[in-house]
């Protein structure tokens, strides 16, 4: 790095920390950060420095001042939960008219930035392995490691998220901010944790959690597993039970089958004083170091498994840029499923309509048939690069059926169809635990990277049934299984009442650059108020209107009922 660099982005950092960093620093600051790992690696290391700086020490302080120190986990994680739940963070990352418009720099906030940089090095050293399977790296085969067995959008504060089959490493805090993470201990204990948490993987068979819930499951063989809270330990004696850690460091612990043995600690007694309190198959207490107090048993506060949810995707080229489809998998109803894509059930466009003066259709590079049934196919033709995006929207959601307009008509002056794309399955879906469709979306690296947030609707109303709204994707930008997509074509079109006006007012393209993922997203059913077993024909989508960057579908398809699905092992157990 030369001392001219050098010099301004210390400039920058230091406005950066004194939140004084103005929208043209910030552009330069991004682009710095952007152009080379040196500057990357200067970033971390003046950050680091300035935090430390912050905690001075003179090598003699006392247990009770070095606690003084310690980071205030529990507003960190507030804070971080609280921005990854609100709207209003969403807003503020998103200040551009359209993303796919505009070529200008990106402007990125503290924290934007932070995240850019963080996911810059994740692109580089993150796995892009299903999160239902562990498979381990040559050198990650050391039984005596402890491994993430699978996750549900975990993010790590400060920190790259492990994928699935990484390990975790010893006497390293790590504090999960989003999402949910399942490890597994070499003894065989496995440990889901639920943001926002901070632990500690202290030895192979003991966890600290020092905020937060875990659901510890303890198999035969395992017994002597222990988690350590800040004023006590749990002892498996081979069981499944609960922790819940407060901010003040009081837990409380369920036990749902076994037992397991509760211990009180503190900094003069590590190992342990007192005698220990047993719980049994269905006991709940509260517990603050010696002081205890009986609890209802509540089964919900243990969780056996991560949610169903679309677990992974793959596609034809297993290098990136990527542009076709090739599989998914999910989770549904606790088991996952694989199907290629010539299992899923495709869709039809029937309705289409947008207030947004933005790009309509993105294609490969080849124009499809000037037609609305040419069109109509390009959400369930199995590319991750063509759609028809940025779908009118409302900030609140549909409360009855949606008005839908005839493709063909093309009246001067009607305007009764409602905002939004309507579609129907080219067969209907049965409604079954779990996704049962699935939709993709092209996303830059900063805008909104949990992903576009959409309603999702019956296309005909009746008791029972509601819309839907989904805020945060299965795979995000953040996640390692999201993919850069290669360059694809964008065509303008004038605010659009139909499918008829997308092919008369489409211009000649534009090709925006190289930096965008697939991002996507389960949509159980379930959730719109159908019973399981239901047949449903088709749906409703709007872009919600969070900001200004509408939702971008490139791919729409359903899932084959489960009961169609073959089971592997009994094909297995068929084949001679």
């Not at 993430?148 to 490493?169: H, K």
């Not at 169903?308 to 840029?321: G, H």
């Not at 109803?333 to 309509?360: C, Q, W």
Request: charged residues 25%; glycine residues 6%.
């Amino acid at each position: 790095m030369n001392p001219a660099t050098r010099q301004r982005l210390e400039t920058l950092l230091s406005a950066l920390i004194d939140e004084q960093l103005t929208r043209e620093q910030a552009d330069e600051l991004d682009f710095l950060l952007r152009d080379d790992p040196r500057n990357r690696t200067f970033y971390v290391q003046y950050m680091d420095l300035q935090a430390a700086l912050t905690l001075p020490s003179n090598g003699n302080e006392d247990d009770d001042t070095a606690n003084d120190h310690a980071m205030d986990w529990q507003s960190v994680l507030e804070t971080m939960s609280e921005m990854g739940r609100t709207s209003e963070h969403r807003q503020h990352q998103a200040t551009r008219r359209d993303r796919i418009q505009s070529q200008a720099p990106w402007l990125v906030t503290a924290i934007s930035l932070a995240a850019a940089l963080y996911f810059a090095f994740a692109s580089l050293v993150a796995p892009t392995g299903d999160l239902g399977e562990v498979t381990l790296k040559d050198d990650q085969n050391d039984v005596t490691q402890v491994l993430v067995a699978s996750s549900a959008g975990a993010e790590f504060f400060r920190d790259i998220a492990p994928g699935v089959g990484e390990t975790l490493e010893y006497e390293r805090e790590y504090a999960l901010t989003a999402g949910m993470m399942n490890l597994v201990f070499p003894c065989g204990a496995s440990a889901i944790l639920e943001a926002p948490c901070v632990v500690e993987i202290a030895d192979p068979m003991r966890l600290i959690v020092k905020i937060g819930r875990c659901s510890v499951h303890a198999p035969d063989g395992a017994e002597g597993f222990q988690v350590d809270t800040p004023s006590n330990k749990i002892i498996d004696l081979g069981t499944r039970f609960s922790v819940d850690v407060d901010s003040i460091g009081s837990a409380n612990v369920q036990v749902v089958e076994g037992a397991a043995d509760v211990v009180a600690i503190s900094r003069e007694h590590p190992v342990g004083h007192g005698n220990a309190q047993r719980l049994t198959e269905k006991e709940a207490h509260r517990f603050d170091g010696m002081e205890s107090e009986p609890l209802d048993f509540n089964a919900r506060g243990y969780r056996a498994e991560l949610p169903d949810r679309l677990i992974s995707y793959r596609t034809k080229s297993a290098t990136e840029p990527v542009s076709e489809l090739a599989s998914i998998t999910v989770q549904r109803g606790g088991n996952e499923h694989t199907y290629p894509v010539d299992e899923l059930v495709g869709i039809k466009v029937i309705h289409y309509r947008s207030s947004h003066t933005a790009f309509h259709i993105a294609t490969d590079g080849i124009q499809p048939a000037a037609n609305a049934d040419s069109l109509a196919t390009l959400e369930s033709d199995y590319s991750l690069i063509t759609g028809l995006i940025n779908p009118g929207g409302s900030k609140t959601s549909l409360k009855e059926s949606p008005i839908l307009r005839d493709l063909t008509q093309t009246e001067d002056g009607v305007d009764d169809g409602t905002q939004g794309m309507g579609f129907r399955f080219v067969t209907p879906l049965v409604n079954d635990p779990g996704p049962d469709v699935v939709l993709f979306e092209v996303q830059n690296f900063v805008d909104t990277p949990d992903g576009d947030a959409f309603h999702i609707s019956p296309l005909e109303f009746r008791p029972g049934l509601h819309s839907h709204t989904i805020t945060r994707y299965d795979i995000t930008t953040k996640s390692s299984e999201a993919k850069r997509v290669r360059e694809f074509e964008l065509h303008r079109a004038a605010p659009v009442t139909n499918l008829l006006n997308l092919t008369l007012d489409r211009d000649k393209g534009f090709r925006p650059p190289e930096n965008f993922l697939s991002v996507a997203t389960g949509i159980d059913l379930s959730d719109l108020g159908y019973e399981l077993g239901d047949s449903v024909d088709g749906l409703f989508l709007q872009d919600a209107m969070e900001n200004d960057l509408p939702i971008d579908p490139m791919l729409i398809a359903g899932l084959p009922p489960v009961s169609t699905k073959p089971d592997p092992k009994q094909h297995e157990e068929s084949t001679p």
